[in-house]
T-cell receptor, first 111, second 115 residues
C-alpha cells in the first residue's frame, strides 16, 4: 500500500510556537500534497511538492521531501489558534493521479 | 468564483435502499475525485475521472458502488442496496488536472447515514 502515515497523531502547542508534522509513505511517488481540514469542514489544499523537489514554502508553511527516506514534513511557523485543524498528506504514484491520504495529524494550538 | 458543491448535504436512508450523491465541480476542471471519510480517519479514495471516463476506479469497495460523469462535468455516485457500513461522509474534489499537478479542491461533503 502506498498510504501515508502522519506522525504524530496528535500535537498540542502554544500559540506562537512552531508545529512540525511528518508523513511517511511506502512506495515511489509522483508528487505529495498536504491538506488541512477544520473540524466538520472540507479539506483545503496547502502545498504540492513534486518528487524532484526537496523544499517548498508558502507563507508560514514549509514542506520538505526526502524521497530516499520516503518521508515529508510540514512545518508551520508562528502558529495561531486558527491553525487548529487536522493535517493530511496525500501521495500519488508514478504514472497515476490517484491520491492516497494518510491518517492525519490533529493539531491543537492553544491561545 | 463558485467552489465544488455537493448535494444533498445530509442523507439518511434505510438499509437496502438506493442512493445517489451529486457533485458539481469547479467549471473547467477536468479531473474529479470521490472519497469517503469516516470519523477520525483520512479520506479513502474511491474513484477518479479524467473528463468523462473513469481513470481509476480501484477504490470502489464492491459492485454496489458506481459513479458516472457523462458530460465531463457533474458526477453522480450511486450506491445500491445500502448497508450500515456505508455510513460515512462522501467527499468530492475537482482538479484543473495536469497543469496544476492535480491539486484538489474539495466540496463540503455529503453525510450518508444508513439506518
Amino acid at each position: 500500500s502506498q498510504q501515508g502515515e502522519e506522525d504524530p497523531q496528535a500535537l498540542s502547542i502554544q500559540e506562537g510556537e512552531n508545529a512540525t508534522m511528518n508523513c511517511s509513505y511506502k512506495t515511489s511517488i509522483n508528487n505529495l500534497q498536504w491538506y488541512r481540514q477544520n473540524s466538520g469542514r472540507g479539506l483545503v489544499h496547502l502545498i504540492l511538492i513534486r518528487s524532484n523537489e526537496r523544499e517548498k514554502h508558502s507563507g508560514r508553511l514549509r514542506v520538505t521531501l526526502d524521497t530516499s527516506k520516503k518521508s515529508s514534513s510540514l512545518l508551520i511557523t508562528a502558529s495561531r489558534a486558527a491553525d487548529t485543524a487536522s493535517y493530511f498528506c496525500a501521495t500519488s504514484g508514478p504514472g497515476t493521479y490517484k491520491y492516497i491520504f494518510g491518517t492525519g495529524t490533529r493539531l491543537k494550538v492553544l491561545a | 468564483g463558485a467552489g465544488v458543491s455537493q448535494t444533498p448535504s445530509n442523507k439518511v436512508t434505510e438499509k437496502g435502499k438506493y442512493v445517489e450523491l451529486r457533485c458539481d465541480p469547479i467549471s473547467g476542471h477536468t479531473a474529479l475525485y470521490w472519497y469517503r471519510q469516516s470519523l477520525g480517519q483520512g479520506p479513502e479514495f474511491l474513484i477518479y475521472f479524467q473528463g468523462t471516463g473513469a481513470a481509476d476506479d480501484s477504490g470502489l469497495p464492491n459492485d454496489r458502488f458506481f459513479a458516472v460523469r457523462p458530460e465531463g462535468s457533474v458526477s453522480t455516485l450511486k450506491i445500491q442496496r445500502t448497508e450500515r457500513g456505508d455510513s460515512a461522509v462522501y467527499l468530492c474534489a475537482s482538479s484543473p488536472g495536469r497543469t496544476s499537478g492535480y491539486e484538489q479542491y474539495f466540496g463540503p461533503g455529503t453525510r450518508l447515514t444508513v439506518t
